[in-house]
C-alpha cells in the first residue's frame, strides 16, 4: 500500500514539476483574426509559473502575490486588484490539478461525454460567457475560454 501511494505521490511530482509547453490563440472578433504565442507552464506545489520566451514576458503566481516579469521589469501585483490574472491562475491551477471545486465560488461545472464547462455566476459572466475544455489523462487536449465580446482565447498542450 505505502508502496502504491509512494509511487503516485512521486509522478504526480513529477508531473507537476516538468514543464508544459503550449499554444495559445487569441481571437480578436473586432479585428477578424488571431494572434498565437507559444508559452511554457511550470507548476510547483502552490507556485505556477507562465512564460512567453519571444515575448521574454513570464507570470509567476504564488501564494502572496502575482510577479510579473517584462523583460528586465518586475512587478509585484496584487490578487485583490488583477481579478482576470486570478481567475486565470486558479482555472490553470484547478484544472490541472484536477480540483473543480476550487472553481465553484465563479462558475458552475458541467460534465459530459468528452469535456468539461464552465459556466460563469452573476460576477464574472458580463466578461465571460463559458469555458470548455478537455483533457486526456493528466494531458490538457484544449482550453477554450469564450468572452461576452465574441473574443476567445484557446490553449493547446503540445
Known amino acids: 500500500m505505502y508502496k502504491v501511494l509512494f509511487l503516485f505521490f512521486i509522478s504526480t511530482m513529477f508531473l507537476f514539476s516538468n514543464p508544459i509547453k503550449f499554444k495559445e490563440e487569441k481571437y480578436i472578433s473586432a ?21 512567453y520566451p519571444k515575448d521574454n514576458k513570464s507570470f509567476v503566481f504564488t501564494k502572496e502575490n502575482i510577479i510579473e516579469n517584462n523583460g528586465n ?23 490541472y490539478k484536477n480540483k473543480l471545486e476550487n472553481l465553484e465560488e465563479y462558475f458552475s461545472v ?3 461525454a468528452s469535456k468539461v464547462i464552465l459556466t460563469p455566476n452573476e460576477y464574472i459572466a ?8 478537455e ?9 477554450k475560454i469564450y468572452f461576452t465580446n465574441d ?6 498542450e503540445n
Do not use: A, H, P
Open 31 to 51: 479585428l477578424d483574426t488571431s494572434v498565437f504565442r507559444y508559452g511554457i507552464l511550470k507548476i510547483n506545489n502552490d507556485v505556477l509559473e507562465v512564460k
Open 73 to 95: 521589469k518586475k512587478t509585484f501585483l496584487n490578487y485583490e486588484e488583477n481579478l482576470e490574472l486570478t481567475l486565470f491562475s486558479k482555472i490553470i491551477d484547478s484544472i
Open 110 to 112: 458541467t460534465k459530459d
Open 126 to 133: 458580463n466578461v465571460i460567457n463559458k469555458i470548455e475544455y
Open 135 to 143: 483533457k486526456l489523462d493528466m494531458k490538457l487536449l484544449f482550453l
Open 151 to 156: 473574443d476567445w482565447i484557446k490553449i493547446v
